[in-house]
């Protein structure tokens, strides 16, 4: 005899979902990616390096509750890598640099790039967050779910 699990369903977004106004999601990624706030645009969504206000300063958002955690810094790691990967390819087959001028170039570089990106992805994750009403930003408490017993 087969028992049927009832779970609740986890939903995301906007109207077409989960009956809810449906926020813009490129452009909350795009307001992230500068720095501002995802609702409004115009407050700033960062205090310092990537701690991120309480609240948005303009329009009262509050945003202490987000969860980008290590999603912004494994999406640079990718980004970076592909960068810097395709141009190390691209100058090693058109040139004949040492491995010393390698070294002093891309290691600079990798590390410069992905200081210069960490806070514009972490702001553009956190749009997307805002944007599909996750981590607090629909109105709910975050709650630790448990795996249903078998």
């Known amino acids: 005899m087969a028992r049927q699990l009832q779970m609740e369903d986890q939903v995301f977004g ?12 490129w452009t909350a990624m795009k307001r992230g990616l500068l720095g501002r706030c995802p609702h409004c645009g115009e407050g700033k969504l960062f205090r310092a ?7 948005c300063e303009h329009c009262g958002e509050e945003l202490y ?6 999603l912004p810094a494994y ?15 691209g100058v090693e087959a058109t040139s004949t640099l040492s491995t010393w001028q390698h070294i002093l170039i891309w290691v600079p570089l990798t590390i410069l790039l992905a200081v210069v990106l960490l806070q514009p992805v972490k702001g553009a994750v956190i749009g997307l967050q805002w944007a599909l009403y996750m981590h607090g930003f629909g109105g709910e408490e975050d709650v630790i779910e448990h795996h249903p017993e078998a």
Request: net charge positive.
């Open 75 to 89: 999406l640079v790691v990718v980004i970076v890598g592909h960068i810097v990967l395709g141009a190390f390819m």
């Open 49 to 55: 390096y990537v701690k991120t206000v309480d609240k």
């Open 14 to 25: 906007g109207e077409h979902h989960s009956g809810r106004v449906a926020r813009p999601l």
């Open 65 to 70: 509750h987000h969860r980008a955690d290590d």
